[in-house]
């Protein structure tokens, strides 16, 4: 029987490789890990694809589109990079004209710009800081401006910060996420629906963690906690409108977010908890937000969708 800790520079602390504990607090790897990933980290949030080892999946060369958002115009916001790109990209490839919103990662937002374009789609890109209200006015003016419709809203942005105690979450940090998280999405969405016809689709993104916490991610988790609520009352509010509105829930996909939050040591085992035994990549759950977009889910409003790699059964 073999012992050993992950990160042994700092005595066992924060052992990401670490499974079991025996009575003498020694740490049991107990099953291999497959390292997708080597340690990394980033300064900035919500950080940049651009910089990331390997540069996550987000196209599926063998996905058949079937015209399933045809003369659609959606809305994603965080859509220059991770989860938003991939969606991006697929929406374009159901025939979907996109609009990516996004904080200051130009050089992501311009790859995915041009991904979409080569595939003959259309790509509106706007950035800015969506904390503010009258960027999310911008948001729809220059929207209908240019392609007279919202069809589709995709509330992707958000920050997380890792932090290893309630003590260590700054009043200015908690406002942060907050505004970040919920309140940006509660400024789109209204702003967004008075253009929303019946047959369109909200999808806001929420966590695994709201649903099974996550200690170093305090504010994080209940921001993403708001969004369930944000999604099944507006839900109930909207049906009658058959505007729907339904949330999806990721596992641990490999994203700018992971390395722009956590320290590098937790990088290689990241995902290593789910039944899988590996975190996703974008592609992965692109098509779930397709599906939820489109009329193949027009009967699906007020729901949670989960997609973990088995980690969560929800």
Not at 113 to 119: G, S, T, V
Not at 150 to 161: C, K, S
Not at 277 to 303: K, M, N
Request: proline share 5%.
């Amino acid at each position: 029987m073999n012992y050993k800790y992950y990160n042994s520079n700092n005595n066992g602390q924060d052992d990401y490789g670490l499974k079991c504990v025996n009575d003498k607090g020694y740490g049991l790897i107990c099953k291999k890990y497959r390292i997708e990933f080597p340690e990394q980290h980033q300064d900035t949030q919500p950080g940049m694809e651009y910089l990331m080892t390997p540069r996550p999946i987000f196209n599926n060369p063998y996905y058949r589109p079937a015209q399933k958002l045809m003369n659609k115009v959606a809305i994603i916001t965080g859509g220059d990079s991770g989860i938003g790109r991939a969606v991006a990209v697929g929406f374009a490839k159901e025939g979907a004209t996109v609009v990516i919103v996004y904080y200051n990662e130009h050089r992501d937002a311009e790859e995915t710009k041009k991904f979409i374009e080569r595939l003959g789609g259309r790509c509106l890109l706007i950035h800015g800081d969506i904390k503010d209200c009258s960027f999310c006015d911008k948001i729809v003016d220059e929207t209908i401006r240019n392609f007279g419709k919202i069809d589709i809203l995709v509330n992707n942005a958000g920050v997380q910060y890792q932090q290893k105690s309630l003590l260590d979450i700054s009043d200015e940090q908690f406002d942060l996420t907050m505004r970040t998280n919920i309140y940006s999405m509660f400024y789109l969405t209204k702003r967004a629906l008075k253009y929303m016809l019946p047959c369109s689709s909200i999808i806001n993104v929420t966590s695994i963690t709201t649903f099974q916490g996550e200690p170093e991610l305090i504010d994080y988790v209940t921001s993403k906690g708001a969004i369930v609520g944000f999604t099944r009352s507006l839900a109930t509010n909207l049906a009658s409108k058959n505007i729907r509105v339904n949330a999806v829930s990721p596992g641990v996909f490999w994203t700018p977010l992971q390395p722009a939050c956590w320290e590098k040591q937790k990088i290689p085992t990241l995902g290593s908890d789910a039944p899988m035994g590996r975190a996703g990549h974008p592609y992965e759950i692109a098509p779930l937000f397709i599906y939820l977009a489109s009329d193949d889910s027009s009967y699906v409003t007020g729901q949670v969708m989960h997609i973990n790699g088995g980690q969560y059964k929800g």
